[in-house]
């Protein structure tokens, strides 16, 4: 291990220019790593605050009954009734 870090250290002191844009390259990919993540966080952020002022803050759980025979269910069976018309289409 001692000859290839000696060897290394060498050749990054020889080529000064290749080992600069190496470096350039690894910051310039890492700080578009961390703006893209924070790109996404914010996005994501602001779309969620839109949901929440135009329809609230709350959750919808559908479950099927203890009993029934078929866990799943038939989407016309669902009362409707106490619904306003803007969450129908969400």
Known sequence: MNVFSKYLLRSMAEKKGRTFLLLISVAISAALLVASMGTVKALLGTFS?????????????????????????????INESGISKSFKGV
């Open 49 to 77: 605050a839109q949901v929440k002022g135009n329809f609230g803050d709350f959750n919808v759980q559908v479950s099927a009954s203890p009993t029934a025979d078929n866990p799943l269910f038939n989407a016309g069976g």
